[in-house]
Each structure stands twice: as C-alpha cells, then as structure tokens.
C-alpha cells in the first residue's frame, strides 16, 4: 500500500464532520494539543469486535473523543485489528491509530502505529526488539509510526505483568521525571505514563505534574480513568492526552462524557 499523502489539517473537518481523516497523524496530533487536551478511546478488538468496535467509536466520536486507539493486551490478530479498524473508518471521521500488542496485531487499515518501546521493561522484546522484528512490516503496509516511549506506572495491571515492566514507583515524581526526560532524549515525540487498564487509581496527579514539569513532547495520560474528578485532576496537573478504555466496555457513556465535558473545558481555558 502506498503511504497516505500528507494533507492539509485545516480539510479535516473533526469527529462530527463528514470528511474522512486523512494523515499524517503526528502532526495533526501535535497542532490539536498545543490549542488544549485531547481525549483518545481505547478500543480492544478482541473483546469488541468489528462493528461493535464501529458501534463503540461512533458513540466516544458523538462525545467528543478525538482518536480511535485499537489495541489490547492479548489475543488480538491481524484480521480482527483490521475488521475493527474498518469498521470504525466506516462510522466516524477519526483518527484510527493501532496501540499494539505485537508485530501479529498489525492492519493496512488503520491510520498509524504507536511505535513504542515500554521502556522501563526488564525484556528487551519490550524495548527495541520486537521493534525490530516489526519495522519493515509497518513500512510495507504504509502505516504511519509515532514514537512513543510508554512509562508503566504502578499498579501497571496486565500490561506491567505481559511487558514484565519494572512498574515506575507512584511515589516518586522526580523518577517518573528522569524516566520521561529519558525517553525525550531519546527522540520519543510522545511519552505515555500508562497505570495499567482497570487500574483502581489513575496515575497520581503529583506525578503527572512533575513529568510534565520537564517535558517538551506531549504527555499522554491512561489507566484507571473513570469520573470527570480523576479527568480534571489529572488535566490540571498537566496531561496533555487522557485515554480512557474500560468506561466504555462497560457501557459508562454518562461517564464517558462527564471526562470529555472536562476535556473541552480545559481546552476552552487554553485557548
Ligand atoms: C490502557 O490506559 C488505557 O492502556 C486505558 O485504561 O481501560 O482503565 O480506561 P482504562
């Protein structure tokens, strides 16, 4: 598949608009986050199939989601990412960006990849390896890669235990710092502070502040969202991006838009 050709943002016409996004993400996602937060939905493939993943996105889209993310821990292939990617080009006008779980979760059909290295693993699959095992595939199917270092906080859930993470302590700010600061430096043009999905607390809002104290890339905040409250707090500490998953799984659309009324006020204070 050929690359999708840069266009213009400004013909991009939003979640209620008509018109198919069309690449490149990043700096689509670059210019949205320096007028205020942006919200993603996190969708799994493997527990919300093909149109249930177009049904859920079209209902996060009418709430004022930004991004469809795709992804999940476990069991997801290749097929089902692209039915449930097409199923979601098919019901919204958003951004389809796979999260994922392996270099076998990959589809032509979304928009881009997260290209990320879970940096405080203690495997280095987690870090560079499987990286390297799935470089090439992403460049023949044409999909966008967006760097993102991805920070796994504690209680890190089933992530922290399938990336055999060294969970980043909740309380020390200054080491959830130095870890961020790291992976800019390194050339990470995003950095995820991830507490794991079904987290039972969201990542603390002291640490938030402290990374983003440092950060000159986009903070992307997930896990354990679940009430405007956690949203504001962790907005007003300084996260940039906030990805809820589990909300909707679990059929909290009042929840869900509760987070994306935050979303939109603090994007109303920024700009
Ligand atoms: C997982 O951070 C995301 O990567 C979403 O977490 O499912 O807890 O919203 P939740």
Not at 94 to 108: A, E, M, N, Y
Request: include cysteine; glycine fraction near 12%; proline fraction near 7%.
């Amino acid at each position: 598949m050929t690359p999708r050709s840069p266009t213009s943002t400004a013909a991009w016409k939003g979640p209620s608009g008509t018109t198919p996004f069309h690449g490149p993400v990043l700096p689509w996602l670059m210019e949205r986050v320096r007028e205020g937060p942006v919200h993603f939905t996190l969708i799994d493939p493997d527990k919300t199939p093909g149109d249930q993943a177009g049904q859920a996105a079209r209902q996060a889209a009418s709430l004022g989601t930004d991004v469809i993310l795709l992804g999940g821990s476990t069991g997801i292939t290749s097929e089902r990412m692209g039915e449930a990617a097409r199923a979601v080009h098919a019901s919204t006008s958003l951004p389809v960006v796979i999260f994922p779980q392996g270099p076998d979760s990959l589809t032509k059909d979304a928009d881009a990849l997260l290209f990320m290295s879970l940096l405080n693993s203690r495997d280095l699959r987690m870090v560079v390896r499987a990286q390297a095992a799935t470089s090439l595939k992403v460049r023949a199917l044409g999909l966008e890669p967006v760097p993102m270092g991805y920070l796994v906080v504690a209680p890190g859930m089933k992530v922290g235990e399938v990336g055999s993470a060294d969970c980043l302590s909740r309380e020390d700010p200054q080491g959830a710092a130095a870890w961020a600061l790291a992976a800019e430096y390194l050339g990470m043009k995003l950095v995820y502070l991830e507490a794991g999905s079904g987290a039972p607390e969201p990542v603390p809002a002291a640490l938030v502040r402290a990374v983003r104290g440092v950060l000159s890339v986009p903070l992307i905040v997930g896990g354990g969202i679940r009430n405007a409250e956690h949203a504001r707090a962790l907005l007003e500490a300084g996260a940039q991006v906030l990805v809820t998953g589990t909300i909707l799984e679990e059929g909290g659309e009042g929840a869900l838009g509760a987070i994306l009324r935050e979303v939109k006020r603090a994007r109303g204070r920024a700009s």
